[in-house]
């Protein structure tokens, strides 16, 4: 088979780290498993701002819509507090999800086994959490026009974000929801404010209608947002995959990333609509930030980053075997009680750094 | 000194059960301690959608404006899931929120020494927790225009609300905020999601400003909304103030409080800004919803709603020593391990009534 094409967006902070790992597995994936790819790389976030003034540029934007995948490091650091609205590194990030239509924002939280103790909730609400959540990623206030900050005279300003979602944003990414639902537990939970806001009605009602056409098997329910909150905190377990809109999905999904305790473990995966072909654009990338503190010290925790590109292996190029390796590496690896220093808290055996965490994992394999 | 003016809004579920203990704690208060109250009843919610076809007419409306404090139960249940979106029940605690111009909430989020199992967190990571949130209620994405649901044509709906602060409205709620902090541990969290939202960006800008101007004593920090639903799973004691937008407050509240394990023991109050004479209008409501499922049946914990009478008595009418003892029975009785069905999960040493709960807490008292 052809190569396939990845760009590599390490970004700033612990990016550049945590992307060596991944390089050297898809370099065992080659000589290995004859997964062959063509990667990359270019500059997103501070760095881009840095180096072009921008944080992304048209030319990275190019490269990003042909490739097969691109895989992201983290974005932003404290050195880019001060630059303008329009050009602050999350600027960059916002526009790879936008024009790359990644409307569907997918993120696992998964409790492993030898890491339940890490969590701040009692061990038998977490123990085997395994939940997954769809959240909007192109639409609602992120984008909503009309948007910013005016002057009213008399020292007063205001400030403006719209809320807007339509019927055909709201069924596309619940498809996607409905569609892994039924490979995993079945089971749909839609997330909105209905009883405050005209979006949330619209929302629930179109994922109602869209549940009834075409995916009755799917056990549907609806949850308002405060509401989630709330019981994710009290009995995570209950939910399978839940779908939300953008801002939504932006807090409950680290809400659950924290429920874990380790958030240096947790992947996602950003999917476009599916072209003639079947293939959809895809980003891939930790939920963990840049952890400016800590970058360049070998101290950063790759697993995140390493399931991100087994998602991607699964999710946009259907190598679910290879997907597996890396993902039964990972579990192997924290059974032996390997910890980089984010997770050390948990039954370590043995204190590692970054590339120490990849070579045992690359072993495992 | 004249009788306290109180109109009673006790609502759908449990609210009637819940404020009938509250009654006897203000004929309590009247008798032994000399603070009269006469107290009016109106309805409020789907029990005046029933009777009068609107979730609150204008003449409770009118009785809201002239009294000196509301108290209200809870609002809604399935019966009401059907009526039109502008007459649902919330439609009526809206109302109260913005025609009162009730834009400061505060909602205590306090872990009890005799309740602290009843988290689902670890023990060590919410003993002792004490966190305030105050959200502002009466701007933000719940009442910004324009706001609703458009036909598209060719099956196609959008559904817009709009999220919109001015400097003043930032400018009352965090000086609500600050003052606060100083009566307690003197620091302020500022919660907005200034890297997407120009909204959140006017929001920090405004708060800084504001200490700079005012408040240089309180320690201010400032937070992203999605970090905050993570730093509060992670270590909510981090905390002591946090202030934040109204659609922000409502998941962050509802979070805070699920740390504690015991909804049933939170109150809140809403309170406007002071006349010439210094007096606010205020809305006194538990953080608890009307539970329909067990509404009737004399199980419901009223301590939600006496605490929130308690701080009826503490911000409407100075009376501090009256919320103290309030307070004080509250504990004592949590102490000696009387729980209504609710909290029986921790300590139950005898599961009481509501009736039998209210008084114990008047007995203590
Ligand atoms: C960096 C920021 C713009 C981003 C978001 O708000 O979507 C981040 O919090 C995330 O969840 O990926
Ligand atoms: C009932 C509902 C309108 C309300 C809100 O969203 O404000 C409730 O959730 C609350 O927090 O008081």
Redesign the interface.
């Known amino acids: 088979a052809a190569n396939k094409k990845l760009l590599v967006l390490a970004g700033d902070g612990i990016g550049p780290e945590v992307m060596g790992e991944v390089k050297r597995v898809a370099a065992w994936m080659g000589s290995q498993r004859a997964v062959g790819f063509d990667i990359d790389e270019a500059l997103v976030g501070g760095c881009s701002i840095d180096a072009n003034g921008v944080p992304v540029t048209d030319a990275t934007m190019d490269k990003a819509m042909t490739v097969d995948a691109v895989l992201l490091g983290a974005v ?1 650091g404290p050195k880019w507090d001060g630059v303008d ?1 329009s050009i ?1 590194p ?1 600027a960059g990030l ?1 526009r790879l999800r936008k024009d790359m239509e990644l409307f569907a924002n997918l993120r696992p939280a998964l409790v492993y086994p030898a890491l339940a103790d890490a969590s ?3 061990r038998e ?1 977490v123990e085997g959490l395994d939940i997954l959540i769809v959240r909007e990623l192109t639409g609602g ?2 984008f ?1 026009e009309p ?3 005016t002057d ?1 005279g008399n ?14 944003e709201i069924r596309r990414v619940a498809a996607v929801a409905f569609e892994l639902a039924r490979k995993r537990g079945n089971r749909l939970c839609s997330v909105e ?1 209905m ?9 629930r009602e ?1 994922v109602t209608r869209l549940h009834q056409e075409q995916y009755s098997d799917v056990q549907l329910s609806h949850m308002l ?3 989630c ?7 995570p377990k209950q939910f399978d995959v839940i779908v939300t809109d953008n ?2 999905g ?3 999904s ?2 659950a ?3 874990t ?1 380790s ?1 240096g473990m947790l992947p996602s995966a950003s999917l476009g609509a599916p072209d003639a072909a079947g293939r959809r654009k895809a980003l891939y990338e930790p939920v963990h930030g840049s952890a400016p503190d800590i970058a360049g010290q070998g101290k950063a925790n790759p697993i995140a980053t390493l399931l991100s590109f087994a998602m991607m292996l699964r999710y946009s190029f259907d190598l679910g075997t290879e997907a597996d390796l890396i993902e039964g590496a990972v579990s192997d690896v924290l059974d032996r009680g390997i910890r980089t220093a984010d997770i050390a808290g948990t039954g370590a055996a043995q204190l590692v750094s970054t590339g120490d965490m990849g070579t045992a994992i690359l072993e495992a394999m």
């Open positions: 932003g609205f602050r999350e916002l701040s909730l009692k609400i206030v992120y909503g948007r910013g900050i009213l020292g007063e300003r205001r400030g403006i974000n719209t809320q807007v979602y339509t019927t055909s404010k009883n405050v806001m005209e979006s949330g009605r619209l929302w179109e947002a405060d509401n909150a709330m019981q994710l905190v009290r009995n801002l939504f932006d807090m409950l680290d809400e990333a924290m429920l305790g958030l």
